[in-house]
Each structure stands twice: as structure tokens, then as C-alpha cells.
């Protein structure tokens, strides 16, 4: 399995599959106590390990995923947002998640809250997360992160959400682009 | 003078100052009130003075508003709402055996619990097999805070009277078979955290009345006939497809459709381009 559970937090997650039997286990809450929908999946805290598994393709109906303050490692899988298409609140803060920030989160596109914050995501903040209509909350402080903040997230949230990439540029944090020693662009000579 | 036959009364004549009321009741206080203004129930003032105004001798208004006053208190509001759902529901499981309405108030009742103040605030009776439809006398359970109906039988409508119900936080109708609109009144219910009224043959639109209740946390309006534009503002920022599946009607960014004459939606799913070889 991809996620691991070190403490075994998890041990009231039973195979048994009838109906409602889901609701009952730790961290998941369900759309009503007569059906297995999962509305929410909330982990913080336990001590996780491992990936973001595919098997969350299985929590079509969740509008919350909270996997925070883990040990998770890997990248966020660009499918993602074809497991749970419907997530309005997605929190993968206080990981070790590596890698890019996949464009293909735009396809979450009921999210109204997305933090990221203190992983080691690297790269660049991709220009798709500008069409994410619903945006209410971003945090993607304390990462890796650098190149130019896409212009219309820069202006809807305020530095607090991209503090602590130090390679990152352009309103609203401090350093423009292009200039001095961090800058990707062209100098005058 | 008010003459005999008055043992539970200490009243004298014309502005004087009652001793006390009929033992028991504790409606009124030590003051001073004239003959007709009753001013502790002015119900009992209303009996009182209509007793008066047909030419009543006293004693005959004093006991009128004796038995009116023992009534008032016998009587409760909340367990006559209660009763009158009883009389419009069929119970073939007899959930509602306990429901005695000679009791002086609901709280002793099954499925019902009452607050320190003997005032209901939940009615649970999810999965009783019960049929029939509901009243509007529902609405006067004014500390309602949670009202299960879930997984059963119910026909009829949903009663505006249900918006008066400003203290509920949830109200369940789902697995039913309700028929007719959402109550704009139910946009008055601010304290509601969930609203699940799916599977149902509820019609017509989505008020966008709810869209102002922010403490919204769990929408399901699924599984009905509902039509129209899905709102999206307000609390419904939070609220997705799920929220609304399974309404061939509906339309709007939390469908599948868009609404006719509407904008197109945002464009279709980003796929990043491979990379091109460069010469």
C-alpha cells in the first residue's frame, strides 16, 4: 500500500462494507449515516507515512481532504484532481512532498481552499491555479518554490501566501523579477 | 361585594391588592390591578372582560378565569405541535406510543428531548417506517434544534411554517417522499449546519434565500426534481455537483450544464501540452 501507518491510527479501518460501516472510522466523516458517501477524509496528525494514494479515486464524493502535519513524501500525482474532482478543501501542509506543483490542480476547480504550505514543492507556481474560480484560501509558504507569483494570484492573496521561497518573485512578495542576483530574467547591460 | 363559592381566591373589590392567584398556577404576582386588568395573563383579562361585557355576575367571571387559568397551564403549546404531527402520521411500528398528550409537557416523550427548560430542541425519528404527511404546527417548536425525519414515508410538502424554526442546526427530510417546493422561509434558519433534503420528488427552484445561511456546512439536495440555475454565491461557494446530482433539471457551474443563455463554463480539463522537438 502506498500509505503506511506507523502508529496505527487506522486500525478501526475494517474491510467491512455495509452500509454506513465507513462512517465510523477514524478521520472520515460521511454525506449522511445511512449511505457510505465520504464527504471528508481527515488525517492530520497521524503520523502518516508513504504516498497520496490512488486508492482516494474511491472518495469521489469528498469535499475535504486533509492529509497535514504527516510524514508523507512523493508528489502530488497529477491525477489528483481525477480522484476527487469535487474537493473544496484540500490540506497537504506540514509534509515532505517533493516535486512540482502539477497544473492539472486546476482541475479542481470547486476549490475554495488550498494549502500547501511547508513541503519541499520546487518549480514554478503553475498559471493555471489563476482559474480556480472558488479560491478563497491559499498557502504555499515554506516551500521550494521560485520563478515569477502568475500575476492574478499575486493580486488576490497577500504575501503571507507565498512567504518562504526564497526563489520566488514578483508582487506581492518584496524582490522584483529579473533583478539582482536571484532574478531569472534578462539584466541591462 | 364578589359573594361565596370563591375558595382559591383572595381577591377583594376595586383596585386592591390581590393576595394570590389560584394555588398552583403561580401566573400572577402581588400588585395592584383593577377589576378587569389582569395584567400577569392578558388572556385571562380577555376571558374576564368578555365575561363581564355580557352582564356575567363577578363570581362567574372569577371562575372562568380560575378553570381558564388551570387550562393554560395544562395545555403546552410544543406537545400540541407534537400531537397534531402524531394525528397526521401513520405508525405502523408504533414508535409514537409514548406521545401522551394529557402529560403536561413532551419531554417524557420518545424520541423527543427537551432542554433544561422543559422546551423540545430535537425530534429523532429517523428510519420509523412512518407514513402520512407533516403539519405546520411544527414551526412552533421555537428551541428546535435538530429535526430527523430521514428514511421514511412522508408525502405532502415541506411547510413554510418550518422557517420560523430559527434555532434549528439540522433539518434531515432525505429518503422521503416529499413532493413540491423548498420553502424560501428556510432561509431564515441561519443557525442550520445541514440541510439534507435528497432523495425526494421535491420541484421547482433552489431559493436563493439559503445562500445566505453561513453556517452551512453539509448541502444535499440530490436525487429530487428540482429545476433551474444552481446559485453558486454566498454559502453555495461551497457546495459542488454532489451537492446537486441526479436533478436532470437543474443547470449552472454546479451541474453538468450550463443554463441557457449562460456563459460557457471554464475550459475543459487543463492537460499540459507534451514537449516538441526544436530544430
Known sequence: ADLRDPEGRLTSWTSNTSAGAVCDFSGISCWNPQESRILAVSLSGFGLQGKIPPALQYCRSANTLDLSSNALEGQIPPALCDWIPFVVNLDLSGNRLTGPLPSELANCRFLNSLKLSDNAFSGQIPASLARLDRLKALDLSGNRLEGQIPSQLGSAFSKDSFSGNSGLCGHPVSSRCGSGLGGTGLGIV | ?279
Open chain 2, 1 to 279: 361585594g364578589f359573594g361565596s363559592g370563591l375558595r382559591a381566591e383572595e381577591i377583594e373589590a376595586d383596585g386592591r391588592r390581590a393576595k394570590s392567584c389560584a394555588p398552583n398556577l403561580r401566573l400572577c404576582r402581588k400588585k395592584a390591578w383593577p377589576l378587569r386588568g389582569v395584567e400577569c395573563a392578558a388572556a385571562a383579562a380577555a376571558v374576564g372582560s368578555r365575561a363581564a361585557a355580557m352582564g356575567a355576575p363577578p363570581w362567574a367571571i372569577w371562575a372562568l378565569l380560575l378553570l381558564h387559568q388551570a387550562a393554560r397551564v395544562l395545555a403546552n403549546t410544543e406537545g400540541d405541535a407534537l400531537h397534531s404531527l402524531r394525528t397526521n402520521l401513520n405508525d405502523p411500528n408504533n414508535v409514537l406510543q409514548s406521545w401522551d398528550p394529557t402529560l403536561v409537557n413532551p419531554c417524557t416523550w420518545f424520541h423527543v428531548t427537551c432542554n433544561n427548560d422543559n422546551s423540545v430542541i430535537r425530534v429523532d425519528l429517523g428510519n420509523a417506517a412512518l407514513f402520512g404527511t407533516l403539519v405546520p404546527q411544527l414551526g412552533q417548536l421555537k428551541n428546535l434544534q435538530y429535526l430527523e425525519l430521514y428514511s421514511n414515508n412522508i408525502t405532502g410538502t415541506i411547510p413554510s411554517e418550518l422557517g420560523n424554526l430559527t434555532n434549528l442546526i439540522s433539518l434531515d427530510l432525505y429518503l422521503n417522499n416529499f413532493t413540491g417546493p423548498i420553502p424560501d422561509s428556510l432561509g431564515n434558519l441561519l443557525k442550520l449546519r445541514f440541510l439534507r433534503l435528497n432523495n425526494n420528488s421535491l420541484s421547482g427552484t433552489i431559493p436563493k434565500s439559503l445562500t445566505a445561511i453561513t453556517a452551512l456546512q453539509v448541502l444535499d439536495l440530490s436525487n429530487n426534481k428540482l429545476s433551474g440555475e444552481v446559485p453558486s454565491t454566498g454559502s453555495f461557494s461551497l457546495f459542488t455537483p454532489i451537492s446537486f446530482g441526479n436533478n436532470p433539471a437543474l443547470c449552472g457551474p454546479g451541474t453538468s450544464k450550463p443554463c441557457p443563455g449562460a456563459p460557457p463554463f471554464s475550459p475543459p480539463p487543463y492537460n499540459p501540452p507534451t514537449p516538441e522537438q526544436s530544430p
